[in-house]
């Protein structure tokens, strides 16, 4: 019998084309949508831990409160012994500290008169100790548009549309001036080793990377940090994990009432975009479930039309002695049948379009180039494994519940009646 | 075997509800058709003829009286063990064929088979038969789009005699067809009752199909009008 569903389905290709279209299209968009909000999510997890403070951080309580404006005076201090308690207690974690400071960059001509000026935003980060992660994390190399890599004290890099704003190339020597740690005034004489391009709008404006070591040396930060970031081994972000770190490590600060005793926050709660992620799922949750709602709907109907174009056959089935249940289930099947098809055309070419962005990328570039998010412009789709269930099921669903929905019509004629439509 | 009774109405109404009125399609029919009959209702249109067939074919429930076909209580069936008794003795022809239209001669034929749960020999060996009682064996492969009206109600008839049910409706089979196809299923319809023994019950208007007939029951506004047997035509010789 089955034989004869598909045999009818191949052949009466203009009942089943519609709804497998319907299918597919809308198994496909779920696909793409769902792993292109993954991606989203992905891509501004990874920026911001990579580019600000780590899936986890700790800072004091003081620094934290005022994160946003860099407030190093608050920084913390004695970071080569909580480092060791860190990498002792929280051993899936990669630990290293990152100085953050605002500044402004002079730029000497011959004469060491001032020729050009800015503002930058600075990071620093441990780029030459033995065994720092850094290097792995930040992955400078790919993102280097001129020059080279820091390779010893005194050498920076500048992000390349600041370099061309101040009129520098690699090699070219630049001041430093920002406040230190006391509150002082402090300057530094740099020499602009390589200019990167991150593809963060955030990063790529006006930002300074150098050394930890020479950031401490000249902001007079022996010994601190304003934070000491933790990166997972794996490289992404788990929410509990992270979450549950944060909680055991806090527990031991309780009840302290030290201003600068060191508190831990995830990348969640850093970025204040907790919230922001939750709405992600919900819309995802939304997206879903409309397209169900659509394909069952559109379903639903053709499978009215379908049916109506129809009753002759089924009369002549009930005719022969066929039950209406026998003849139900095989309007059931049929559709699941075509649900089958369509979800698994569906999530192959979704998988397929996923895959192809996820290798690729778009560049948002343009519509991106104030965002102060720190996300990459170009990107990416991230298939996971929900993607090859996610699509699939709802068509599946939506396809048989829409043809059972329709079907139900044959219980409400008689019979006498479903064969008389045919002489009509 | 050739008397025993097939078929008896007694006192058989149909009501339909039409609007705030009501249609009385059939008017108290008392009717007895025994195994082996070539009968045929005639009369004018809408005096009933197709609403009969529906009761007795268990498509339709009357309103009141009773019918018993096979040994069955048409009116206490359930919907289960209505579509059991169509499915096992009753085969029913249509003025407009039906045939199912993504399906080829064979498989249309083959349908009811399937739904009989008949083994795939057996079935084979069935469905060519019945092809060529009508003549149709090397038209097994063709969709009924590509067969003419004359072949397309032979595919009909092979699909409800394939399962050899003791009883067949057939419901105005000629009136879309030509003088020569009505003959050539009539002829065809003739033998079956001949040499399967299968009682065969008409509704039709068409004097080709009364003159086939054995039988002829005149029916006027849902009642019985007259009830006579036949000298078949020329040509032809029907049982009992
Ligand atoms: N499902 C129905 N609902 C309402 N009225 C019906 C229904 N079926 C039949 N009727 C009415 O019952 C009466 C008998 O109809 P029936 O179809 O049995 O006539 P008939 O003798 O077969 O006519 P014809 O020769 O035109 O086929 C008619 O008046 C018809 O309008
Ligand atoms: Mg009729």
Redesign the interface.
């Known amino acids: 019998m089955i034989r004869f569903l598909c045999l009818g389905l191949w052949r009466d290709r203009s009942r089943s084309l519609f709804p497998l279209l319907t299918v597919v299209i809308g198994v496909m968009l779920t696909v793409v949508m769902f792993s292109w909000i993954k991606g989203f999510t992905e891509n501004f997890l990874g920026t911001s831990a990579r580019l600000g403070s780590g899936h986890v951080a700790v800072m004091s309580r003081a620094y934290a409160g005022e994160r946003d404006q860099l407030p190093n005076d608050l920084a913390l201090t004695g970071v080569q012994g909580l480092l060791e308690r860190l990498h002792r207690d929280f051993p899936s974690f990669a630990w290293t500290p990152r100085i953050r400071f605002a500044g402004l960059l002079d730029v000497p001509d011959e004469k060491g008169e001032t020729r050009a000026q800015g503002p930058v935003g600075g990071l620093a980060v441990d780029l030459f100790s033995p065994g720092s992660p850094e290097p792995a994390i930040l992955d400078l190399e790919p993102t280097l548009v001129g020059g080279a890599l820091p390779a010893g004290r005194g050498e920076v890099l500048l992000a390349h549309e600041l370099a061309s704003r101040l009129g520098l190339a690699p090699g070219a020597s630049v001041t430093l001036i920002a406040g230190t740690m006391f509150g002082g005034m402090a300057t530094a004489n740099l020499t602009v080793a390589g200019t990167f391009r991150f593809g963060a709008p955030a990063m790529d404006r006006g930002m300074i990377l150098m050394d930890v070591a020479d950031a401490r040396a000249v902001l007079d930060m022996d010994d601190a940090a304003g934070e000491i970031a933790g990166f997972f081994h794996s490289g992404f972000y788990d929410r509990r994990a992270a979450e549950a770190a944060a909680a055991r490590f806090n527990a031991r600060f309780a009840s302290s009432q030290d201003p600068f005793a060191p508190r831990m926050d995830t990348l969640i709660t850093l970025s204040g975009m907790g919230q922001f992620l939750g709405y992600m799922d919900t819309i995802l949750g939304a997206i879903v479930a409309v397209f169900l709602a659509t394909m069952f709907i559109v379903l639903w109907n053709t499978g009215l039309m379908g049916n109506i174009r129809r009753y002759g056959e089924i009369g002549v089935r009930l005719a022969m002695g066929e039950t209406k249940g026998r003849v139900y289930r095989s309007l059931i099947g049929e559709a699941a049948i075509i649900g089958l098809a369509g979800s698994l055309i569906g999530t192959v070419l979704g998988l397929a379009l996923a895959f192809y962005v996820q290798a690729h990328g778009l560049d948002f570039g343009n519509i991106m180039k104030n965002a102060s998010l720190l996300m990459t412009t170009r990107f990416h789709t991230h298939v996971t494994a929900a993607a090859y269930v996610i699509g699939f099921i709802p068509g599946l669903a939506a396809t048989v519940l829409g043809a059972a929905t329709a079907g139900r019509a044959i219980y409400k004629r008689q019979t006498s009646r479903l064969l008389k439509e045919l002489e009509a | 075997m050739a008397d025993e009774l097939l078929i008896r109405t007694e006192e058989l109404v149909k009501v339909f509800p039409m609007g705030r009125s009501e249609v009385r399609a059939l008017n108290r029919v008392s009717l007895d058709f025994r195994a082996g009959e070539f009968a045929g209702l005639v009369g004018p249109s809408g005096s009933g003829k197709t609403t009969f067939l ?1 009761v007795v ?1 268990s ?2 429930a009357p309103t009141s009286g009773s019918a018993e076909v096979l040994g069955r209580r048409i009116e206490g069936l359930s ?2 063990e209505a ?6 003795s ?1 085969g ?1 022809i ?3 064929f ?1 045939l ?4 080829t001669a064979y ?1 249309n034929v083959e ?2 088979l ?2 009989l749960r008949v083994p795939a020999a057996q079935r084979r060996r069935m469905v060519m038969d019945a092809l060529e009682w009508v003549g149709l064996a090397d038209r097994s492969r063709s ?1 009924p789009a590509q067969l003419s009206g004359g072949e397309s109600q032979r595919v009909a008839i092979a ?1 409800a005699v394939v399962k050899r049910p003791p009883l067949l409706l057939a419901d105005e089979p000629t009136a879309n067809l030509d003088a020569e196809n009505s003959h050539h299923i009539l002829r065809t319809m003739a033998a079956l009752n001949r040499e399967l023994g299968t009682t065969f019950l008409f509704a039709t208007h068409d004097e080709k199909v009364i003159a086939y007939l054995h039988r002829k029951i005149t029916l006027v506004d849902g009642r019985v009008e007259r009830d006579e047997p036949l000298t078949p035509a020329a040509g032809r010789e029907t049982g009992p």
């Open positions: 529906n074919g498509l339709d919907h289960r579509a059991d008794l169509r499915n096992r009753i029913f249509f003025q407009t039906n199912l239209p993504v399906y498989e349908f009811p399937l739904l969709r699909r």
